[in-house]
Each structure stands twice: as C-alpha cells, then as structure tokens.
C-alpha cells in the first residue's frame, strides 16, 4: 500500500509526508493537515487489548508514520511516557457510574503533556536530523503555556517564547511557566489582555520574511501530531473498561475547547474502536454545543469561566470534522470556512429527524452546575473533579440513557484549580507536592510592553 499522506482540508497543498506535516503545521492553503486515509483496525483489537500505554501508542502512531524509524519511534514514546507519574500512564478509575480516564498525571499535570510530551520529542528528533533550528512563539491564558514549555525545556535547537497577560493569569499556572529556568525558554508577561498576545502572534505569523527569518514554529492544537498522539488513549481506556465490565462498547463525554480532543476520540471510531457516541461537553462558551444542537456554528462573546482552557470563540480543530462531514470535499470546506470568517456564521444541514449528526451529541455546563457536580463527587464518591472534568461529568450525566459504560476523560488536576474547589467545597482541598513546591520556587519571567515592535525586537535578539 501507499504511505500515508498528509493532505489539507481546503485542498490545495502538495501531499506531504508525516515530518513535513508535523513541521509545517497549518496548511499553506489555510487549511488543517489530514491523513489522506484512515486505517481500519478493527481486525487488530483483539491482539492489541493487552498491550500496556506505550506499546499501544507505537501500534496506533506508526500506522500514520513511514518516515520516522520505527526503533527511533519507539524510542521517542518510550521517553514521552516515561514522564509520566502513573505506571499505568493514563488510569481508569471507576467513580459511582462513570470511568473517569485520568490523563493528568504528566509533568505539569493536564492532559495537554499526552501530546506535548510526545511533539516536543519528535521536533527534537527531525531537527536534528535537518540540522535544523526552531523558535516557538505561543500566547497562552493558563494550560497550554505550561505543558509546552515542559516539552521542549533544554533543547539545544528550540528557543521558546510563550507570552501571557501580565497580572492576569492565576499565581499558579504563572508560576509553573516561569519556574522554568531552562536558557532556551523565554516567559513574556505581556502589559495587555490575552487577546493582545494573540493578536501579536497572529501579526507576526503573518510577517512572512520575519516568520522565514527566525523558523518561527507554533505548538497549537492544529499541529497533526497532538491529535494523533490523543487517539492512543481512547483505546487504551475502551480496552480498560472492556475489560472490566464486559461491555461491547463504550461511549466518552469529552470537556472541549478547541476540538482537538474529541476530534482524536472521533478518528479512534473511525479507525474501528466501538464507540457507540461521543459526548461533547462545553462551559458557557457553547458555540460548539449549540452546533451540535441546531447546525448553526455563530461565533459569540467569550465569557471567563472557572474552566478557562475551555474558553473559546472558535474551535480550531473543529474544520478537520468538518471536512469528513461534507463528504471529505475540499471546495465546500473552503466555501463554508469563508463564510464564517466573513459573517461568522455558518449552517450544516440537519437529517428528516432534525439532528446534526449521529456520532456526537453536546451539551453545556456552566459555573453554578459545574461548582454543585465538584462538591457532589466530593460527597458522595470522596474523589475531586476539576472544573473542566466536573462540567464534561455534568453533561455525561444528562445523556446516561444508553447501557455502554461512560467514560470521562478527566483533564487537569484538581490541585490546578484550587479556587474552583475551594468554592465547591468550602474546603482547600486541592493540592499536589509539584504544585506546593512552585510556592518557593525561583522565578524568570521578563515584563515587556503590548506593543509588536517590542516583541519583534525582543525577538529578534534572543532567537536562534
Ligand atoms: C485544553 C484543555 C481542554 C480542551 O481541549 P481541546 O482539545 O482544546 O478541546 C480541556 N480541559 C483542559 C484542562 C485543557 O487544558
């Protein structure tokens, strides 16, 4: 058979092979880069059930790879889980009725480490066999500054720069950002919202002889290999659960931001997993359930919530699903995407019984309910939710009419939200040594103006 290719969703970019892809990002035609396939392994399950997490994820991440050897493969995932805290890597626990697939007990203890544990590794790898040079710039309000930083600490051909709102991120996730002293890690505390830092970023980015100049590379959720990396463990959970309840199949309630999770979840089912749905979970910033609901996709006005790696105004990942759904054609995901960039708006049509689609379903949490479900698990089951797995939990609860076991991906600790819990619960429950110890910690962090000259300067000087 023909190696996997990666191809956009807008249709206009030279296949590219999986280190391009993973290299290049976003698709030179705007687009998101896609497996110009999807393997069935359907056949396989039986033989891959027992495998423990990295042997699983080597099965699973060289179907969609021919240009990384596959001892080199094994290597990478090897050490990319080796971080992990968790013998098991990604625990199933079993909470009153739900499994709750605990993916927070990497390095800075999100859900984002499962993948940025493994991209990190892989950059490293290919440009060192380019005899290459990377300089990350990212914007961040919380989770996925962190977790970045941590994948890419101590590289000698990466320089990272990962800009926050000064004053306006909490204590904690500041300081698991600046605690890291690595010299190729840059903190920028921006004087401006976090709008500002992403409308920095997008300058800059679109500043192609500055981008060309410096390799500027980005770690966002669009880049192919985190959700790749993402299907791993909806496998590995399905088979945890199999296992133990002797069920046929399962169904996951997933609490979504930007779309790169769940999407990882869809492309397990594609791949043959018995899925029987995915639930979607969203805080107040529902525009995705409120699809998911009607088939209108309207952007609206982002509120902050007690789950904030939640809060978005567009789903980036959201155009790959997309793609499948219009029946894999380019030119109608590139007419449906400029129409929402030009009136923010757009419409699926619904089939003859009004839904939108078969395989997700959505709901909505929001902070009231989401601070009554902490304290209710809390209660009843002795076990701490984050407020982002508390809202996912919320809405799984409301869609618990089928028999398939539920299983919820929990995606922080609950120690990285110590107000949310403390508001729940009346208690200040929520702790972890790694966190405690950050208290104490020495810092490095640069305050700089919101302005784009300072930061092209600033830059311009510390880039590789
Ligand atoms: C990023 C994040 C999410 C959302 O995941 P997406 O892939 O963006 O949908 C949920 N919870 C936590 C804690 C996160 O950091």
């Known amino acids: 058979m023909n190696p996997i290719r990666y191809i956009s969703t807008r249709g206009a970019q030279t296949p590219l092979a999986f280190k391009d892809a993973v290299m290049t990002g976003l698709a030179r035609d705007g687009g998101l880069l896609i497996p110009d396939r999807i393997p069935d392994v359907a056949a396989r399950l039986e033989e891959w059930k027992d495998l423990d997490y990295p ?45 709750v697939l605990e993916l927070f007990h990497g390095p800075t203890l999100a859900f984002k480490d499962v993948a940025l544990q493994f991209l990190g590794r892989l950059f490293e790898e290919i440009l060192e066999e380019r005899q290459g ?80 100049r410096h390799e500027l590379g980005t770690v966002n959720s669009v880049n192919w290999a985190r959700v790749l990396s993402q299907i791993v463990y909806y496998f590995y959970a399905a088979f945890r659960v199999f296992e133990e309840t002797g069920a046929a199949q399962v169904q996951f309630t997933v609490p979504t931001g930007n779309f790169g999770d769940i999407l990882a979840g869809w492309y397990a089912k594609r791949m043959g997993l018995p899925i029987s749905r995915l639930v979607l979970a969203t ?34 990942n ?23 960039a030009l009136e923010g708006r757009m419409e699926i049509p619904r089939d003859a019984k009004g ?19 902490i304290k209710r698990y809390h209660e009843k089951h002795n076990y701490l939710l984050d407020p982002h797995t508390a809202a996912g939990v919320f809405v799984a609860e409301q869609y618990d009419e089928l028999d398939d076991p539920m299983i919820c991906l929990s995606t922080a600790h609950p120690a990285k939200f110590p107000d949310a819990i403390e508001d729940a619960t009346g208690q200040d429950l929520a702790h972890h040594p790694a966190l405690d110890a950050l208290k104490k910690a020495p810092t490095r962090c640069e305050v700089v103006e919101n302005s784009i000259d300072a930061i092209k300067t600033y830059l311009a000087a510390r880039a590789l």
Not at 66 to 88: G, M, N, Q, T
Not at 133 to 141: F, K
Not at 355 to 373: F, M, N
């Open 55 to 99: 042997d699983l994820a080597f099965e699973i991440i060289r179907l969609f790879t021919d240009d990384v050897p596959e001892a080199r493969l094994k290597e990478l995932i090897a050490a990319a889980y080796a971080s992990f805290a968790h013998p098991e890597v990604v625990p199933v626990r079993k909470v009153g009725r739900l499994h």
């Open 133 to 212: 040079r990377l300089n990350i710039l990212a914007a961040t309000s919380g989770d996925t500054g962190s977790a970045a930083i941590c994948g890419v600490r101590g590289q000698e051909r990466i320089h990272i720069f990962v800009m926050h709102p000064h004053d306006r991120v909490s204590d904690l996730q500041e300081r698991q950002m600046t605690s890291v002293l690595d010299a190729n890690v840059f903190n920028l505390a921006v004087k401006g919202s976090f709008d500002d830092c992403q409308l920095i970023m997008k300058t800059l980015f679109s500043d192609l002889p500055f981008k060309d």
């Open 283 to 316: 805080n107040e910033n529902d525009i995705l359930a409120r699809f998911f609901n009607t088939g209108v996709y309207a952007k609206g006005q982002v509120v902050p919530t007690v789950n904030p790696s939640m809060d978005i105004q567009v789903a980036s």
């Open 318 to 340: 959201f155009e790959r699903w997309l793609y499948y759904k219009v029946g894999s054609d380019p030119k109608a995901v590139a007419r449906l995407m400029t129409q929402f």
């Open 355 to 373: 839904r939108v689609d078969l395989e997700i379903v959505a709901g909505s949490s929001d902070t009231r309910r989401t601070l009554a479900t």
